[in-house]
């Protein structure tokens, strides 16, 4: 089945630490999106990339970084710059940038030890 | 993009139609009308979308009135797994710096009950 993959799906990450993110797709989609969910609150876009080897930041991309040198796949390096990276993060894609739906996956729980 | 404005939470029977309203006033003439929803700890679905048109799917139903101000979505025989937070979106169509952008509120809490 197509879909969206994140994993792992819990990350603990000691002070200090970067950590990576993965998300992959199989949907053939040209854009792909980071969004940072936080209890009780709406979504807000970390990262979002139309293309191959092209990205842009979004609402809140300080201490964050990524990359996109595959279609199917947008990393999210968490660096140790963010200084409030517990949350949930919410990897999504869709065809292009245009009024497409995103589809999102299950989501990454990342905490701090 | 426009704010959206939706009850915060509902109830409905199993096996009824659940009826979720949002106020999308300052709606523009090139923003949709998107709603998803969200079951604790997962992440958001994509239900439907539209312009000005009635839309249906196999999930539901989005009816959107004649000034584009208010819109409805409807699922038509509800059941317990449909239990969730339910986001009403407006999104710009597309061009300029926030394309791409899903901005979620707080959506409604909806419960179905046996």
């Known amino acids: 089945d197509g879909g969206i993959t994140q994993s792992p799906k819990y990350l603990f990450r000691k002070e200090g630490q970067n950590v990576t993110l993965s998300c992959e797709q199989n949907l053939n989609h040209d854009a792909m999106y980071w969004y940072r969910q936080d209890p009780g609150q709406g979504l807000r876009l970390i990262y979002y990339s139309q293309i191959v080897n092209d990205f842009q930041k979004g609402d809140i991309a300080e201490g964050y970084s990524v990359s996109r040198e595959k279609k199917e796949s947008f990393p999210l390096t968490v660096t140790s710059a963010q200084k409030n990276p517990t949350a949930f993060y919410l990897c999504?894609?869709?065809?292009?940038?245009?009024?497409?739906?995103?589809?999102f996956g299950d989501g990454t729980r990342l905490s701090i030890l | 993009d426009a704010k959206t404005t939706q009850p915060t939470s509902m109830d409905c029977a199993e096996g009824r139609a659940a009826n979720l309203p949002c106020n999308h006033s300052t709606i523009s003439g090139n923003e949709y009308v998107y709603w998803y929803r969200q079951i604790h700890s997962q992440g958001p679905q994509y239900i439907i979308h539209?312009?000005?048109n009635n839309e249906t799917n196999e999930m539901a139903s989005l009816i959107i009135t004649e000034d584009r101000k208010s819109s409805t979505l409807i699922l038509p025989h509800a059941t317990l797994r449909d239990t969730a937070v339910y986001y009403c979106?407006?999104?710009?169509?597309?061009?300029?710096?926030?394309?791409?952008?899903?901005?979620f509120g707080q959506g409604t809490i909806l419960t179905v009950h046996p």
């Open positions: 979106i407006v999104r710009v169509g597309g061009g300029g710096t926030s394309y791409g952008k899903l901005t």
């Open positions: 999504a894609s869709s065809a292009t940038v245009y009024n497409q739906p995103q589809h």
């Open positions: 539209g312009l000005k």
